[in-house]
């Protein structure tokens, strides 16, 4: 790279703070098209995950509980229809739940391994 180029690339990568090789590294990275990961956004999504799948589960205890209550009482005091309608919900949860782990988490974190991947064979 002639010198005046390296110049100038020394002069971008100050603007935003950085060195020369992880100014070009991000260059790289937005060149080839490839998501940049945030670790924020992989920490949130993994919560995101979690805390659907704890309603998930308050849900399903709740229809276990009502239906244990139903057998042993004799007594059914939730419905079929609500019963139900609590298994859905549950249901659909854990979709979402699989949705947010697909789509942000597994996603981000397959990306930056393949990234870390072409970065490290550029050292």
């Not at 180029?5 to 935003?16: C, I, Y």
């Not at 609590?86 to 949860?93: C, G, K, S, T, Y």
Request: no cysteine; charged share 35%; net charge positive.
């Amino acid at each position: 790279m002639e010198s005046d180029e390296m110049r100038a690339l020394d002069v971008q990568a100050g603007r935003f703070g950085m060195t020369r090789a992880a100014f070009a590294k991000k260059a790289l990275r937005r060149a080839s098209g490839f998501f940049d990961p945030d670790d924020d956004l992989i920490e949130i999504g993994a919560e995101l995950s979690k805390e659907v799948r704890r309603v998930g589960n308050n849900l399903n205890q709740l229809a276990y509980h009502a239906n244990r209550k139903a057998l042993v009482s004799g007594s059914a005091e939730i419905s079929p229809h609500d019963l139900a309608t609590i298994v859905a919900m549950r249901d659909e949860l854990k979709a979402v739940s699989d949705l947010v782990s697909k789509l942000i988490v597994t996603k981000a974190r397959r990306r930056k391994a393949r990234l870390d991947q072409i970065l490290k064979a550029l050292d």
